[in-house]
């Protein structure tokens, strides 16, 4: 609902957001939404200017040219750019062969549009500095990747620093391409109703009732890279289709009125510093692994342009989160709740190779992944947070023993961006080898499965056969031994399996237990007989299954 600018204004708080969104009074809005913010709000206080990043864009003044600018460790106010590449052929980047020309000066008429209007909205913020990593990062084409090697690293590993200190961070959410710019046009031809505002029984004014996508998806939410720069930038002015908004770390407003968030979120949880010892050791330490899982969940799905970017390109808030959290990371694994967080399933069936990442990490493959029993697990299985709480916090019996976890990283100096050359996890824990029976093979009437399942599997539920097979869909059930008959296999059911492949090719597999219900499904490498892989996870309804085993020490890459 918004209503013209008139006497009863202040009955309702929406308003008619500008036909043109870089029009003079956008830019008063803006600076009216940031000085507010920056003296109420103790959580989003600039507390002075930080160390400026390696090199900056000086934005200069109207009618003159910006230039890149190295900074030399000085300190400054800078403002930060959140955007998409997009697919446009003519990059716009700074290389060592071009750096010399961008220190000189970067005529305006070259600017891809959405960098072109970033200058624009900096000089009209009053702020001297301006970020952007096309620019600001030396870039090559893949094949000449080693030459800069060393700047990619130290600016990677600083991408943290560079949002979280930024003074502001613009955010062209709804523009796919570099190309696009953060002034879209505008469809104010909406579909309204008109209603009339009484008072003392007669009409004073009218509102205009309209339809609002509080939830249409933004080019920005697609991309991996951003994620991370959402999550740490303190404030953010974000340039949609329909109107620009503002966030902070304290509230949310938007163009039109019609929207404000005062209330706890994911970026305030995990850039909230708050020791352990303060919340206390256990209450923070869910808070935030509950945190972390839920940035996987969102993270994982968004597309990247080189998958060999997966963990570098969440190294800023993993550098946060190092301030908080004890205990080591892993090319995506916390040391402190490891055997959990080697329990991700993953959505999509496609694997990139271990130059991403080991198998036992998540980076190694593509799409959305996902931890058991977490509130985004699955879109068919939805549990209350007191009931993940419950299950994230209560005293586990773990089965495995984590020896040793060796890590070989591209450029050792600079091991927080992520990029991950080699690594194994050496473990002590019960093994037992398993038939895999694919759930999808067992239908059909008379096939046994159906009242076995039900008994056994789901006895407790009163869920019948069929609708266990659709649940297992895609996985498949995991046998003591390779015995066909149907008679004999029945009660030889240890548990159920989830495949990072299709799992169609898999005959046996090797299920290491880790905690008393699930844990990992491998395979003995090819070429090295003493060392295993990850090929999924699997859940167990009987832990006795383990009993008789003996634990034994396996190197998982």
Request: net charge negative; hydrophobic share 35%.
């Amino acid at each position: 609902m918004y209503i013209d600018q008139t006497n009863t204004s202040n009955v309702v708080a929406g308003r008619q957001v500008l036909r043109d969104s870089a029009l003079p009074e956008n830019i008063q809005l803006m600076n009216t939404w940031i000085n507010e913010c920056l003296p109420s709000h103790p959580e989003c206080q600039y507390l002075g200017d930080s160390l400026l990043p390696t090199r900056v864009i000086n934005v200069a003044t109207d009618g003159q040219d910006p230039y890149l600018e190295v900074s030399h460790g000085r300190k400054g106010r800078y403002v930060a750019l959140s955007y998409c590449w997009g697919t446009t052929t003519a990059a716009f980047t700074t290389t060592a062969d071009t750096l010399p020309e961008r220190q000189q000066g970067i005529p305006l008429a070259s600017l891809p549009k959405t960098l072109l209007d970033a200058v624009v909205v900096t000089r009209a913020l009053g702020v001297r500095y301006l970020w952007i990593d096309a620019l600001c990062i030396l870039q090559s084409r893949w094949e000449d990747y080693q030459e800069h090697i060393a700047d990619w690293q130290i600016e990677g590993a600083n991408m943290g620093n560079v949002y979280s200190n930024a003074w502001l961070t613009i955010a062209a959410a709804s523009a796919g391409d570099k190309g696009d710019g953060l002034f879209l046009p505008r469809n104010l031809k909406e579909r309204k109703c008109k209603v009339p505002i009484k008072a003392g029984g007669k009409e004073v004014d009218f509102a205009y009732l309209k339809l609002i996508s509080y939830n249409s998806p933004l080019e920005l939410d697609r991309r991996a890279w951003t994620f991370q720069e959402w999550i740490l930038s303190s404030r953010i002015l974000g340039f949609t289709a329909e109107q620009i908004k503002y966030h902070c770390r304290t509230s949310e407003v938007w163009e039109d009125g019609q929207y404000q968030r005062n209330g706890q979120d994911l970026r305030q949880i995990l850039t909230t510093p708050k020791s352990l010892e303060e919340s206390g050791n256990g209450p923070r330490l869910l808070e935030l692994l509950n945190a972390w899982y839920e940035c996987l969940a969102n993270f994982s799905e968004r597309n990247i342009s080189f998958m060999r970017d997966r963990l570098p390109a969440i190294s800023g808030l993993v550098q946060l989160l190092r301030q908080q959290l004890p205990g080591e990371y892993y090319a995506g694994v916390w040391k402190t709740d490891i055997h959990r967080g080697l329990l991700w399933r993953s959505d999509q069936k496609v694997h990139f190779g271990h130059h991403l990442g080991p198998s036992w990490s998540w980076a190694s493959r593509a799409g959305r992944i996902s931890l058991p029993f977490s509130p985004t697990y699955s879109e068919d299985y939805e549990c209350s947070m007191e009931e993940y709480e419950e299950w994230l916090g209560q005293k586990r019996d773990f089965r495995t023993e984590i020896l040793e976890v060796e890590m070989q990283y591209a450029a050792p100096k600079y091991e927080s961006t992520g990029i991950v050359e080699h690594g194994i996890l050496r473990v002590r824990g019960p093994t037992r080898e398993s038939w895999v029976a694919m759930a999808d093979d067992m239908r059909g009437e008379g096939s046994g499965w159906y009242e076995y399942l039900e008994r056994e599997y789901y006895g407790s539920s009163g869920i019948d056969g069929e609708t266990v097979l659709d649940l297992i869909s895609g996985s498949a059930l995991l046998l003591f031994d390779g015995n066909e008959t149907q008679d004999n296999t029945l009660e030889k059911v240890m548990g159920i399996g989830y495949f990072d492949d299709s799992g169609k090719d898999v005959k046996s597999a090797i299920c290491l237990l880790l905690t008393e219900s699930e844990g990992l499904l491998l395979k003995k490498r090819k070429d090295n007989g003493e060392q295993f892989e990850r090929i999924g996870i699997f859940s167990v309804y009987k832990d006795a299954w383990f009993e008789e085993c003996e634990a034994r020490d396996i190197s998982i890459i």
